[in-house]
C-alpha cells in the first residue's frame, strides 16, 4: 500500500508530501490539486505499468489510456524549485516519490529546456514497484459515461484486463462477462442480495440508490456493442416488467454505475482511484456510496478519491464510528491552494468518527447558511 506520495515540481505542487491509507479522501476548493494527485500515480502507472508497451526507458509518458497531461512544459510546475534530493542536474526535474511499506521509490523526469513541448520525459528511476501497479487497477474520471443505447465490447480491456475504462465505458461490458463472479464473503459482500454473484451484488448497491431498480446486459449480435437496461420491479411504471434503456431512466443511475462496479472489483490487491464518486446522486445515495466506498477498503483494497460531497466525507466517518474501517485507514485530506501555490490540511478521524480539527473553508457551508438563514 501507498503509505506516502510526494510530489516535485508537479503542476501546482512546488513539493506536496501526502500521506494515504486504505481510504485517502481528497476534499477542497476547485483546482486547488486534488485531481492532480490522481494524475500524477495514474502517470506513473501509465508510463511504467503493465499496460506500456514499449520500454518503460521509454520514458514519462504525459498522453496515453489514463491521462492526457499535454506537454512537459504544462507538467512542470511554473514556479519549479530545486530538486537536488532526487537528482543533482542543473536542468529542472518533476519528481514523485512513493512511499510504501516504508520503502520510498523515487521517479524523476528531466525537463529538456530544448523540448518543452514534448509529451514524453527522460526518465531517471523507475524501479519495479508493486503498490502502484497492484492489480486490478481501476481510475475513473469525473467526466464519465452517461446514459446510452451502447456502450463498446472490448475483449482486451474490459476482460482480459479488468479495466473498465477510466470514463467507465467498459462497465458494462466487464458486468455482462463477469455477472456470476462471486464477491467473497466479507464488507463488500451486500447482504440484501440475492446471491454473491456480482451482477445481483450490482443491482443491490444500485437499489440503495434508486429502490426496486435492477440490471441486465447483453451483447449487440453481430456488433461490437452491449447493451444496458433497467427494470424497476413494479416500483416506478405499470408494467414491472418491462425493459427501459439508460436513456429513459435516472441519469445518476448510469453515472455512478461504474463507481459501484468499480468498488466491486476491490481486492486486496487493488488500486482504486475515483473522481467526484457522488456526481448526480441525491444525498442519500452519495453517504451510502460511501458505504461501498469504504466496504472496498475495508478487503484491504486502497482507494483514493475526490470529493466535494459531505454525505461522502460523513459516510466515511459513520463507517469508521460503526467499526468498518480502523480510524487511521481513513486519510482525509483538505486542499485549499488558489491555483498559484498548495496548503493541505489533514484533519484526523477518531473511532467515534469524530475528527480533530475543522478548518474554515471545510464542509462549513451547511452552518455557514443556516446562520445567514437564521439570524
Ligand atoms: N504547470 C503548472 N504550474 C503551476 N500550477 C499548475 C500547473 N498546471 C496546472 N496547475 C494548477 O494546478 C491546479 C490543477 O487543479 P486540479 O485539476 O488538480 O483541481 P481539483 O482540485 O481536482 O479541482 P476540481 O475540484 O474542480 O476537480 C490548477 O489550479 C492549475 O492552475
Ligand atoms: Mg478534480
Redesign the pocket.
Known sequence: MITQLTLVNF??FRRLELPMGPLTL?T??????????L?ALALLRQSFGPDRTTSPEGGLLLNGELVEMGTA???????FGPADDLLATGAPVVGFVVEADNLPSRFIARYDLGQPDEDVMEAYDFPAFRSLLREPFQYLH?DRITPAVTYPRSRQIAIDRGFLGVRGEHTVNYLRHNAEREIPDGPLRHPGATSPQLLDQTVAWMQELCPGVNLQTSAIEGTDFVRLSYGFGGTAGINATRRRRPTNVGFGLTYALPIVVACLTATPESLILL??PEAHLHPKGQSRMAALISAAAATGAQLVV?T?SDHVLNGVRLAVKRGGLRPDDAVIHF?R?N??GAEVISPRVDKDGMLAQWPEGFFDEWENLLDQLLD
Open positions: 503542476k501546482a481528497l477542497g476548493l476547485n483546482s486547488s490539486g486534488k485531481s492532480s494527485v494524475q512544459r504544462d507538467l512542470l510546475h511554473d514556479d469525473a473522481e467526484n475526490e466535494h486542499f491552494g491555483g498559484s
